[in-house]
């Protein structure tokens, strides 16, 4: 499927699930796009306002579905409109299969109207799930190229999350199904390493979603399909609905900047209405930001050195990242043979907002558990 150029960088929003899970409701939603503005959310470039599961009243005798009149007194078309009228754009859950991972009415045999029905509510976004659906991979590429050819058809342009966890290699086929994005794992907890969770199983966190499962990856990465892995915990802080002890402000800043440099869209899930300072200090840092939506749209990739991640960027320059995964400090060293490149480089450190000086053949940092340092490496000419 050629590209309609919906997504020609990573999609930045906000998603009400590792927040709020069912809990939300017109208000909350209309609180949160508020608060995008006020906060400087918006404009430090989000612009999507997902309503995740749990959203739904039913399916009509006519087939449409509609929204729960408790939840959602005014209606998916009156949201949407307010939505849009603070300059934001409007997402929407469904679900691949006959319910969604909550019990929900999803969309299987319902593909053409549920897409009609979103357009009509201008939705701009749908994240598409993949429970109670088939396990084999030729059945999720037929039922996603499905609603990807249906949401095209209303003539609507509609960003396409796939969300199948990457369990049957999405990467490989999700551009042909019409995916704008599709998930390379499955959930994340608010956690550096694994949570057990409610349902029964662990969801890995920061370190092992965020460095292991993405390893490899870049190749597949690009405008208008990005690999998706998952939604951000930035500022949860153990209070939200997924699982999870909560995460230390630095191992926050750390998964931020990893998003980042990995191209992965930028899905806030924090309550942006009383976000504390530091946790918007993170989310809105716009040189970390322009790694993430740097137009040439590569991924970084993990050049070994221990863990280093370099990103190269549309002028030239690079986005490096040194990471300390241990529970100890120690020094990260970034060598230009590592990265690709050679000769002197200006070092500007993008958290610190401060050009370090002229580096030539590497660069060494002293970094402290779960911390990082992201640097942008411009040729010295």
Same mark, same amino acid.
């Given at each position: 499927?050629?590209?309609?150029?919906?997504?020609?960088?990573?999609?930045?929003?906000?998603?009400?699930?590792?927040?709020?899970?069912?809990?939300?409701?017109?208000?909350?939603? =209309?609180?949160?796009?508020?608060?995008?503005?006020?906060?400087?959310?918006?404009?430090?470039?989000?612009?999507?306002?997902?309503?995740? $599961?749990?959203?739904?009243?039913?399916?009509?005798?006519?087939?449409?579905?509609?929204?729960?009149?408790?939840?959602?007194?005014?209606?998916?078309?009156?949201?949407?409109?307010?939505?849009?009228?603070?300059?934001?754009?409007?997402?929407?859950?469904?679900?691949?299969?006959?319910?969604?991972?909550?019990?929900?009415?999803?969309?299987?045999?319902?593909?053409?109207?549920?897409?009609?029905?979103?357009?009509?509510?201008?939705?701009?976004?749908? =994240?598409?799930?993949?429970?109670?659906?088939?396990?084999?991979?030729?059945?999720?590429?037929?039922?996603? =190229?499905?609603?990807?050819?249906?949401?095209?058809?209303?003539?609507?342009?509609?960003?396409?999350?796939?969300?199948?966890?990457?369990?049957?290699?999405?990467?490989?086929?999700?551009?042909?199904?019409?995916?704008?994005?599709?998930?390379?794992?499955?959930?994340?907890? $608010?956690?550096?390493?694994?949570?057990?969770?409610?349902?029964?199983?662990?969801?890995?966190?920061?370190?092992?979603?965020?460095?292991?499962?993405?390893?490899?990856?870049?190749?597949?990465?690009?405008? $208008?399909?990005?690999?998706?892995?998952?939604?951000?915990?930035?500022?949860? =802080?153990?209070?939200?609905?997924?699982?999870?002890?909560?995460?230390?402000?630095?191992?926050?800043?750390?998964?931020?900047?990893?998003?980042?440099?990995?191209?992965?869209?930028?899905?806030?899930?924090?309550?942006?209405?009383?976000?504390?300072?530091?946790?918007?200090?993170?989310?809105?840092?716009?040189?970390?930001?322009?790694?993430?939506?740097?137009?040439?749209?590569?991924?970084?990739?993990?050049?070994?050195?221990?863990?280093?991640?370099?990103?190269?960027?549309?002028?030239?320059?690079?986005?490096?990242?040194?990471?300390?995964?241990?529970?100890?400090?120690?020094?990260?060293?970034?060598?230009?043979?590592?990265?690709?490149?050679?000769?002197?480089?200006?070092?500007?450190?993008?958290?610190?907002?401060?050009?370090?000086?002229?580096?030539?053949?590497?660069?060494?940092?002293?970094?402290?558990?779960?911390?990082?340092?992201?640097?942008?490496?411009?040729?010295?000419?």
């Amino acid at each position: 499927m050629m590209s309609d150029s919906l997504a020609p960088t990573p999609p930045m929003g906000w998603s009400s699930w590792n927040g709020f899970g069912s809990n939300i409701n017109e208000g909350l939603i =209309k609180g949160i796009a508020d608060a995008m503005l006020t906060s400087g959310m918006k404009e430090a470039g989000y612009t999507y306002i997902n309503i995740d $599961d749990h959203w739904h009243g039913g399916r009509g005798e006519d087939g449409i579905l509609f929204p729960d009149p408790q939840k959602f007194p005014s209606g998916m078309k009156a949201l949407g409109d307010y939505i849009h009228s603070k300059g934001l754009k409007f997402g929407i859950y469904s679900d691949a299969g006959p319910k969604t991972c909550g019990g929900q009415p999803a969309s299987q045999d319902h593909e053409e109207v549920d897409a009609q029905t979103f357009a009509a509510w201008g939705v701009d976004y749908l =994240k598409y799930d993949y429970c109670h659906a088939p396990e084999d991979r030729a059945s999720a590429e037929r039922l996603y =190229k499905t609603m990807g050819d249906a949401l095209k058809a209303t003539g609507r342009p509609i960003v396409f999350s796939i969300c199948e966890w990457g369990q049957r290699r999405p990467w490989l086929w999700g551009r042909q199904a019409g995916g704008h994005l599709w998930r390379t794992t499955g959930d994340i907890g $608010d956690s550096w390493g694994d949570s057990p969770c409610r349902w029964g199983f662990v969801l890995p966190g920061i370190d092992r979603i965020g460095f292991d499962f993405q390893r490899g990856l870049e190749q597949y990465a690009g405008p $208008d399909g990005w690999n998706d892995p998952d939604m951000m915990i930035v500022g949860l =802080k153990g209070k939200g609905f997924i699982p999870g002890g909560g995460c230390t402000d630095e191992e926050y800043r750390t998964h931020f900047s990893l998003w980042c440099l990995l191209a992965a869209p930028l899905m806030a899930s924090c309550d942006l209405r009383s976000m504390d300072a530091v946790t918007r200090e993170i989310l809105t840092n716009t040189e970390v930001i322009a790694l993430n939506q740097d137009p040439l749209g590569k991924q970084a990739g993990w050049v070994g050195a221990g863990e280093v991640w370099a990103k190269p960027l549309a002028n030239g320059d690079l986005g490096v990242g040194l990471f300390n995964r241990s529970n100890d400090r120690t020094w990260v060293n970034a060598h230009w043979s590592n990265l690709g490149i050679s000769g002197k480089y200006q070092v500007r450190d993008l958290w610190q907002h401060a050009d370090l000086g002229v580096f030539e053949n590497k660069f060494s940092a002293e970094i402290g558990p779960h911390a990082c340092v992201i640097l942008r490496l411009s040729p010295r000419r």
